[in-house]
């Protein structure tokens, strides 16, 4: 409150007024007590001047001193009686003759000239040495004189400090009681003022909802009221706003998609945890930074002052190298309002789309290309024929037989396509039961047998492990996984044996089968799943190969919740180990 600056002022104002207008009323009604009293003296000395020229009028001149002094006596005034040259013929307080001539005193002049025959003057006597008010009168006797009372001033002046000390006394106590009224009147004015603008910095500083009492009801009471409404109001706006922004920033956080704002000159306003992820930054380096100076990416920069520059939406797409290649779409658009608030970048990883994009086309050309070539064959082959060689009893068999081995080779390949097909797109049903590993193992050996004795290799199956294990699997499933690694086994082991194998290992039920062929390159290794991918092309077509096996038995222990693993030493042998879960667990 005192540091209030309308307080002061209001109280200030109406202290000034005050103290004016006190003053003004002092000094007018002091001044016109003065007039008052000396109109009074005056008009006291004109009646005594008539009774003086009552008394005196008919006396000579030659023994008025004795009645002039007392009459002075009486009225406790100054007499004088002069003569009409101005001689002093009696005076009550001095002695005529000691008397200068009195006709040039103002009084005495004004009585002489004036028709009612009286002159006043207000003087300092240099006979008695104070300030007097004399007043003479034309005595209407035979030979002119002129009656002369006279009356010091001292008494008046007393008298007239006296009053005003009254006056300015009474005026100073009503200063101070004013004052300590306008003090309570400015407080009650600007207190509510005050409050409100302590109300108005505080909803400045944040605090909104701030409310002020509403005192009165005049103009201050409804600006006070109306004041509570709009802190409300505006308390009720904010918490919107933040409960948007939370709900938007809760919305940026659970995206998949990265999000950028820039500001018109390019500066990152903004940017959620996945745009910091894909983009290989974090909100907190970014933020604050020009978007081209923190990512010092060419076609970045091309892409965001596209953007910049119109008002359609753009769209395109960046190959970025943060750790990994990347291949981000990016889709941008203006921020809304005039002038240029800035643009909203949003990112989305393509890389997958674009991997899925290329292992397709790559297929198709594979695809294409294996079916290509036992087609070409078996066209070239029955042409041969049709030309003349079916008459040809040496050979004609031969290419038949060639025919059919192509014959055989497109089939396998249709069929390895078809059953990737159908594990791939889910339409294979798996019956999800207790497998014995041991029951499963002895099947394969059982219909792998001739073909490995055909080739000279040992099928070996490991002493069989104290207690039966089973694999929660599909059975078919199971039979065609480990056929196709057998198939492989007898394939690229030239000569030797293989070993199946199978155990429990906590949870998992594990399968393997070991062979000492051809082995497998180390490079090579993390890519014979892959479709279609073969070490040796050549010895794979030679073997029957379709390239498709490894990658159906990917699929096929996918589906099963397992996974398959590979060890391979070049000319040493490989082993490959699935694990699948125990049935038991
Ligand atoms: P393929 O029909 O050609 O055998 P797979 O998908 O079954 O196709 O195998 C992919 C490639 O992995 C094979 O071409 C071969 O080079 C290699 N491979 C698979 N199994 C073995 C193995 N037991 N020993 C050596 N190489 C193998």
Not at 185 to 190: E, K, Q, T, V, Y
Not at 541 to 568: A, D, M, Y
Request: aromatic share 6%.
């Amino acid at each position: 409150m005192w540091r209030s600056q309308i307080f002061w002022r209001l109280s200030g104002a109406y202290c000034i007024l005050l103290a004016i207008s006190l003053g003004i009323l002092g000094w007018v009604l002091v001044n016109r007590i003065e007039t008052r009293l000396l109109a009074e003296i005056r008009h006291n000395l004109e009646m005594k001047t008539l009774l003086i020229d009552e008394i005196t009028a008919r006396q000579t001149d030659t023994n008025l001193q004795q009645p002039i002094t007392r009459l002075a006596e009486l009225t406790r005034t100054r007499i004088t009686l002069i003569a009409a040259d101005g001689k002093v013929l009696a005076d009550s307080d001095e002695r005529p003759e000691r008397l200068e001539n009195h006709l040039e005193r103002p009084e005495v002049q004004a009585a002489k000239i004036s028709d009612s025959g009286v002159g006043v003057s207000t003087r300092f006597s240099t006979s008695v040495h104070q300030p007097m008010m004399y007043v003479a009168r034309r005595q209407k006797t035979e030979s002119v004189r002129y009656v002369r009372a006279a009356l010091p001033l001292d008494a008046v002046a007393h008298e007239i400090r006296w009053l005003g000390r009254g006056v300015w006394t009474a005026t100073g106590v009503t200063l101070l009681v004013g004052l300590a009224l306008s003090l309570i009147i400015a407080r009650r004015l600007s207190a509510p003022l005050v409050e409100l603008s302590a109300a108005a910095r505080s909803i400045a500083q944040g605090d909104y909802g701030k409310r002020v009492s509403v005192g009165s009801g005049d103009e201050v009471g409804a600006l006070a009221s109306t004041f509570n409404e709009m802190s409300q109001a505006c308390a009720a706006y904010i918490a919107q706003m933040d409960q948007d922004r939370q709900q938007l920033l809760a919305v940026f956080k659970s995206m998949v998609e990265g999000v950028l704002v820039l500001d018109a000159d390019q500066t990152i306003r903004f940017l959620n945890d996945a745009a910091g992820q894909l983009l290989g930054t974090t909100p907190e380096a970014a933020r604050g930074q020009k978007i081209w100076q923190h990512f010092r990416h060419r076609h970045l920069g091309e892409a965001v002052d596209k953007i910049l520059a119109s008002a359609e939406p753009y769209c395109c797409e960046l190959e970025w190298f943060p750790l990994e290649r990347k291949v981000l779409a990016v889709q941008g658009a203006c921020l809304p309002g005039q002038p240029l608030r800035g643009a909203v970048l949003v990112f989305h990883d393509i890389t997958h789309v674009r991997m899925l994009e290329r292992v397709r086309q790559d297929f198709v050309a594979n695809v294409s290309h294996e079916l290509k070539t036992p087609l070409a064959a078996i066209q070239a082959t029955v042409e041969t024929l049709l030309d003349g060689a079916l008459q040809d009893p040496e050979h004609n068999v031969r290419f038949l037989e060639r025919v059919r081995e192509n014959a055989d080779r497109l089939h396998r390949l249709v069929h390895d396509l078809l059953t990737l097909g159908r594990i791939e797109s889910g339409q294979e049903v798996m019956e999800m039961g207790p497998v014995p590993l041991q029951s499963a193992i002895e099947s394969c050996v059982s219909r792998q047998a001739d073909r490995a004795r055909a080739k000279g290799l040992q099928m070996i199956q490991a002493p069989p492990p104290p207690a039966p294990v089973l694999a929660l699997a599909d059975e078919d499933a199971l039979a065609e996984i480990l056929d196709n690694l057998v198939d492989n086994a007898i394939k690229y082991t030239p000569a030797g044996q293989i070993t199946l194998r199978w155990f429990a290992n906590g949870s998992d039920a594990m399968l393997q089968v070991e062979d000492t062929g051809v082995g497998i390159p180390e490079r090579d290794l993390p890519r014979v799943f892959e479709r279609f991918y073969r070490v040796d092309k050549a010895r794979s077509r030679e073997l029957g190969g379709t390239g498709l096996g490894l990658s159906i038995v990917k699929h096929l222990v996918q589906k099963l919740n397992g996974n398959i693993t590979v060890i391979s030493e070049i000319g040493q042998g490989s082993t490959f180990t699935v694990r699948l879960p125990r049935a038991e667990a």
